[in-house]
Structures are given as structure tokens and as C-alpha cells.
């Protein structure tokens, strides 16, 4: 592999800024992306280069844009994006992107990814290698009654929480029945495109 000369890194605020100063420690220039809404943010003032992303009154869609940070990336050289977490961290397009792009994602490979970014996948490979788990549901929970019967069957209180998604998005802890179906509504809603839902003891 080639050094990594030049760094952008797809995020904001500390996050940003503590992925900027390693960078920088190593001897790495920087780029930074910000919105409008962070034209003041310190993580702008912290790179060596930064660019503003998306439109005035987009504060934090941007930092979603694939295409818009590989074409930021591609403009100014950048050999390698570290995507800090949260945002596109666990977007395997993203990763994949990166790679077509012939741009060095700071992460796991897309393959691995795949692999472990859905958690109910995630813990079939825990389990094929002889980790420990805490009990969950078995079978998909496709509606709130399902829901039900399974924490009914494990024991309250439960986690309710997205099979995709991460950033503790879709996750409620629930106490009582009265409260699962209301809850689980709420968790399928925020956690974009994670249909399947499971639960933890």
C-alpha cells in the first residue's frame, strides 16, 4: 500500500477534530468537510484544507452525501477518508465507493462489513464461533405482537433494538407489555430502513 499522503475526513465536530490531529501527528495533510450550518465549527479550522458540502440550509444531510465527499475527495487529491463513526462509518456503498474510487477507506473492508454490519447476522457468526451471548429473540419480529410473545418468552425487561442502523438509533428499553407496542412503532420508524428488529435480555 501506498503512504497516505493527503486525509479527508467525512465527519464534524471533535469527532473530526480527533481524527485530524492523528493525522496531522503522523505528518498526514488534512481535509475537512463542513456544512453552512458548521462554517464556524472548529474541525473546519483544524485541517489544513476545508470545503463546505451541500446547500445553505442543509445542516447535516451532507455528511450523508456520498457522491458529493468522493467527488470532494477526487477533486483535492485525497488519498484516504476516515469517516470517524456514526454517518457513513458503517455505509458499506460508502466503503465500496471509497474503493472504486481508488480512495483508501480508514476501516474494515466492505466484505467484512456485510458481514457484521447487520447485528442479527453479526451474532450467527458470534455464535458459529463459540462466543458467549445473552439471550434474544429467535425469530424475526415482523409486527409488535411477535414482539411481544418473544419478550414474553425471554422475560422483561427486554432491549428493543434495529438489526441495522447504529448509533443506538431504534434502540428503547422496555420495561412492561403496555409499553412494547408504542415502542416498537417509535424504534422501526427511526432506525431507517432496519424492518427487522430483535431483542436482548
Given at each position: 500500500?501506498?503512504?497516505?499522503?493527503?486525509?479527508?475526513?467525512?465527519?464534524?465536530?471533535?469527532i473530526a477534530i480527533r481524527c485530524l490531529r492523528a493525522a496531522s501527528e503522523l505528518e498526514i495533510k488534512t481535509v475537512a468537510v463542513y456544512?453552512?450550518?458548521?462554517?464556524?465549527?472548529?474541525?473546519?479550522?483544524?485541517?489544513?484544507?476545508?470545503?463546505?458540502?451541500?446547500?445553505?440550509?442543509?445542516?447535516?444531510?451532507?455528511?450523508?452525501?456520498?457522491?458529493?465527499?468522493?467527488?470532494?475527495?477526487?477533486?483535492?487529491?485525497?488519498?484516504?477518508?476516515?469517516?470517524?463513526?456514526?454517518?457513513l462509518s458503517e455505509n458499506v456503498n460508502f466503503n465500496k465507493r471509497c474503493r472504486e474510487a481508488g480512495i483508501v477507506f480508514i476501516g474494515?473492508?466492505?466484505?467484512?462489513?456485510?458481514?457484521?454490519?447487520?447485528?442479527?447476522?453479526?451474532?450467527?457468526?458470534?455464535?458459529?464461533?463459540?462466543?458467549?451471548?445473552?439471550?434474544?429473540?429467535?425469530?424475526?419480529?415482523?409486527?409488535?405482537?411477535?414482539?411481544?410473545?418473544?419478550?414474553?418468552?425471554?422475560?422483561?425487561?427486554?432491549?428493543?433494538?434495529?438489526?441495522?442502523?447504529?448509533?443506538?438509533?431504534?434502540?428503547?428499553?422496555?420495561?412492561?407489555?403496555?409499553?412494547?407496542?408504542?415502542?416498537?412503532?417509535?424504534?422501526?420508524?427511526?432506525?431507517?430502513?432496519?424492518?427487522?428488529?430483535?431483542?436482548?435480555?
Open positions: 500500500m501506498n503512504k497516505i499522503k493527503k486525509l479527508l475526513v467525512a465527519n464534524r465536530g471533535e456544512t453552512y450550518e458548521d462554517r464556524y465549527s472548529l474541525h473546519r479550522y483544524k485541517a489544513d484544507e476545508a470545503y463546505q458540502i451541500g446547500h445553505d440550509n442543509d445542516p447535516l444531510k451532507p455528511y450523508l452525501d456520498i457522491e458529493e465527499i468522493i467527488r470532494i475527495a477526487k477533486k483535492y487529491e485525497v488519498d484516504a477518508i476516515h469517516p470517524g463513526y456514526g454517518f474494515p473492508s466492505p466484505e467484512a462489513m456485510n458481514m457484521l454490519g447487520d447485528k442479527v447476522a453479526a451474532k450467527k457468526i458470534a455464535q458459529a464461533c463459540s462466543v458467549p451471548m445473552i439471550e434474544d429473540s429467535k425469530i424475526s419480529l415482523t409486527d409488535s405482537s411477535v414482539a411481544l410473545s418473544e419478550a414474553q418468552r425471554i422475560g422483561l425487561p427486554v432491549i428493543l433494538k434495529a438489526a441495522a442502523g447504529g448509533g443506538g438509533r431504534g434502540m428503547r428499553v422496555i420495561r412492561n407489555e403496555e409499553d412494547l407496542e408504542k415502542s416498537f412503532t417509535e424504534a422501526k420508524r427511526e432506525a431507517a430502513n432496519a424492518l427487522a428488529m430483535t431483542l436482548f435480555y
